[in-house]
């Protein structure tokens, strides 16, 4: 193990989870009744070029809520394109319109980033429920799951409940296992690492293990499976919960960097992939949240050092904040039925 490395929080911003893209939306009214008609012409042309546009822009939109008012939505691929356009075309287009607004720009005028489809721990618990089953890691979509683990925005007010308050201690170095939800088909847990903690070198039975970096920065380093011995092949037969053997070179093959702050923030295993570690090489406490489908009851642990392999029961800790049994997930607040809302047949419903 390393000396700690210094932690480098970075903030973590929403729109980071999207495109990139940028909005610009820009409101014109015409000065006053006499001058709608020679506005609505200007406009009119104006919107036909705006559609035509290709070169730096993924979509236009033209609002026109009255005679004599226009709307104009633009996406930019960039912040720097949509720059260009302030410099370039926006510049013309409202010289066109001098004498016909009531200033020498839009009424209101506003941009940012596109906002992405992004989860709340509630809504990606929602979509796990209704799309993790099966009994190993063969019956599920990785690909997409990932993806929608990729959408999760963290909130402490959301995860802060499941960190022991022990894991804030500069004399911890044990790793947790907090449970978040469980149920036949998959566990979510979030892990708490003090500086300086790592997880044992071990494999996830036959789960799926997707990891999504919560807080701070953790390594994982990916083992190549290696061969063990008859004798404990035949114990494992005889008691799954006990076996002990010998296991050949540990070879690693793959380190990532998970960091909140930004990159890559996610990873996924299973046994046809390989067996990890998790490490907090930093400063300050890091926190992940693991979702094993199946409920990972148990694993195989392994001894770098003495080429040795053993099978652990894997525990979880109750969540909530008292240890209770109860996962106080917070719900999404101010929704409507989507669902409903998509299941209509007719504008009659």
């Known amino acids: 193990m390393t000396d700690k490395e210094p932690s480098k929080k970075r903030p973590r911003h929403l729109c980071s989870l999207g495109t990139g893209e940028v909005i610009k939306v820009l409101n014109y009214e015409a000065l006053n009744e006499d001058m709608i008609d020679s506005f609505e012409m200007v406009i009119q042309g104006l919107a036909r070029c705006l559609y035509s546009m290709e070169a730096s822009v993924t979509d236009v939109r033209v609002c026109h809520p009255s005679c004599g008012k226009v709307v104009f939505i633009i996406t930019f691929i960039t912040q720097d394109a949509m720059v260009q356009f302030e410099k370039g075309p926006q510049v013309k287009f409202e010289d066109s319109l001098k004498g016909k607004i009531a200033s020498s720009g839009p009424t209101f005028s506003t941009c940012g980033t596109l906002m992405p489809a992004a989860h709340t721990l509630s809504s990606l618990l929602e979509y796990l429920k209704a799309n993790l089953s099966g009994t190993d890691h063969t019956a599920h979509n990785v690909r997409q799951v990932s993806k929608e683990m990729e959408k999760w925005f963290p909130r402490p007010s959301e995860y802060e409940q499941y960190i022991p308050k022990s894991s804030s201690d500069s004399k911890q170095q044990a790793y947790t296992r907090n449970l978040v939800y469980g149920n036949?088909?998959?566990?979510?847990?979030?892990?708490?690492?003090?500086?300086?903690?790592?997880?044992?070198?071990?494999?996830?039975?036959?789960?799926?293990?997707?990891?999504?970096?919560?807080?701070?920065?953790?390594?994982?380093?990916?083992?190549?499976?290696?061969?063990?011995?008859?004798?404990?092949?035949?114990?494992?037969?005889?008691?799954?919960?006990?076996?002990?053997?010998?296991?050949?070179?540990?070879?690693?093959?793959?380190?990532?960097?998970?960091?909140?702050?930004?990159?890559?923030?996610?990873?996924?295993?299973?046994?046809?992939?390989?067996?990890?570690?998790?490490?907090?090489?930093?400063?300050?406490?890091?926190?992940?949240?693991?979702?094993?489908?199946?409920?990972?009851?148990?694993?195989?642990?392994?001894?770098?050092?003495?080429?040795?392999?053993?099978?652990?029961?894997?525990?979880?800790?109750?969540?909530?904040?008292?240890?209770?049994?109860t996962c106080l997930v917070l719900p999404d607040e101010g929704l409507f039925d989507v669902e409903a809302w998509n299941r209509r047949l007719s504008l009659n419903e």
Request: contains cysteine; aromatic residues 6%; proline residues 4%.
């Open 184 to 325: 036949e088909f998959f566990d979510c847990i979030l892990m708490c690492w003090p500086a300086g903690s790592q997880s044992t070198i071990h494999d996830h039975d036959e789960s799926s293990c997707w990891v999504t970096v919560v807080e701070g920065s953790v390594h994982e380093v990916q083992f190549a499976l290696p061969r063990l011995d008859r004798k404990f092949l035949e114990a494992e037969q005889r008691d799954p919960a006990s076996a002990v053997g010998q296991c050949g070179q540990l070879k690693a093959v793959n380190v990532a960097v998970l960091d909140a702050g930004g990159g890559v923030t996610g990873t996924y295993a299973n046994n046809d992939i390989g067996i990890h570690r998790v490490e907090n090489r930093t400063s300050e406490l890091a926190c992940t949240l693991h979702v094993y489908a199946p409920p990972l009851r148990k694993m195989k642990v392994f001894d770098q050092e003495k080429g040795l392999v053993r099978v652990h029961i894997a525990e979880t800790r109750a969540c909530g904040p008292a240890g209770s049994s």
